[in-house]
């Protein structure tokens, strides 16, 4: 598709092969691809946009399918003008491209508490879309507020009414692309903090396949399922462990598996397509309903069209 886009400091590309920007390294084309250099150039960039040009904000893809046909968008992709971070008390503001691994070593330095953060994959800009959280921990509890620039090209700040934070999820408006995120972090001993994540590191590891091309876990938690409708049967499940039960631990669609050592991990074991990875977990999500009655939702992000 054919826009007229507005010159920028930054840089364009067209026809971007989105599969070397997301961690499963699947998907088509963007139409284009924008790289901003600093805030104004985004926003000169959203404001002189035709409104009728979809935009799609990508972090680091590492919760993201694209389907094979690609994306009839321009991508906007923050680099290294949105990766800063700095602390001071209590109080970490960071890029919303700065790394959550990186933003929580950064703040355990300063005997700030964000320890959760380091195992998740991603950047802090894609942590608050999706409120992620790990060890009882969320994104939403350490919250302080955000800064965005809207379609129209306008910058506004976000506070915690804002979000609309719940399980994995929170609230944005259409288009907007969040630029910075200020943290409020408990302060702690620096050696303990490091340890800790140390600690949670080794346990990911032995648990979860890091060393595989997947997008991190597949399907939310089913929480507050109860399989007789009384309210006093309600319990909270497992993703895993429903998929287990079906037997898909390891099920495999084209190069697209489940994984062997986290059945909520969905893979690319080589040469898998969009089509294959999508196709495997719809089955999936199929067979735990027919099961049990429960359904499965996708917590990886699946945007764009089908391929030929």
């Not at 907007?176 to 903090?193: H, K």
């Amino acid at each position: 598709m054919r826009y007229d886009l507005p010159q920028v400091r930054g840089t364009l590309t067209p026809n971007k092969d989105l599969s070397t920007l997301t961690w499963l390294r699947v998907g088509g084309p963007a139409d284009w691809l924008f790289q901003p250099t600093d805030v104004a150039d985004l926003q000169a960039f959203m404001a002189a946009l035709p409104p009728e040009v979809p935009v799609f904000p990508m972090g680091v893809g590492s919760n993201l399918i694209v389907r094979d046909g690609g994306l009839r968008a321009v991508v906007i992709r923050l680099g290294r003008g949105f990766n800063g971070i700095t602390v001071e008390g209590e109080t970490v503001t960071a890029g919303a491209a700065a790394l959550d691994a990186h933003v929580a070593r950064r703040a355990a330095d300063a005997g700030a508490d964000l320890t959760f953060l380091r195992t998740i994959p991603g950047s802090i800009g894609g942590a608050v879309r999706m409120n992620a959280g790990c060890y009882g921990s969320y994104t939403a509890d350490v919250f302080g507020g955000a800064e965005a620039v809207l379609r129209d090209g306008s910058l506004i700040r976000l506070g915690p009414d804002d979000m609309n934070f719940r399980y994995r999820q929170s609230d944005l408006p259409e288009g907007a692309v969040l630029t910075s995120v200020t943290l409020r972090a408990p302060l702690a001993e620096a050696a303990v903090l490091h340890a800790r994540m140390e600690d949670q590191l080794a346990k990911r590891d032995a648990t979860q396949p890091t060393r595989d091309r997947s997008a991190g876990s597949t399907f939310r938690n089913p929480a507050g399922f109860s399989s007789t409708g009384r309210a006093d049967d309600v319990h909270d499940l497992k993703a895993w462990k429903v998929i287990d039960d079906v037997g898909l631990r390891g099920a495999m669609r084209g190069g697209a598996q489940m994984s062997e050592k986290h059945s909520n991990f969905l893979i690319n074991t080589g040469g898998a397509t969009a089509a294959d990875l999508e196709g495997l977990g719809e089955e999936v999500r199929k067979k735990v309903y027919d099961s049990s009655g429960i359904t499965l939702e996708w917590e990886i992000m699946r945007i764009g069209e089908p391929g030929q």
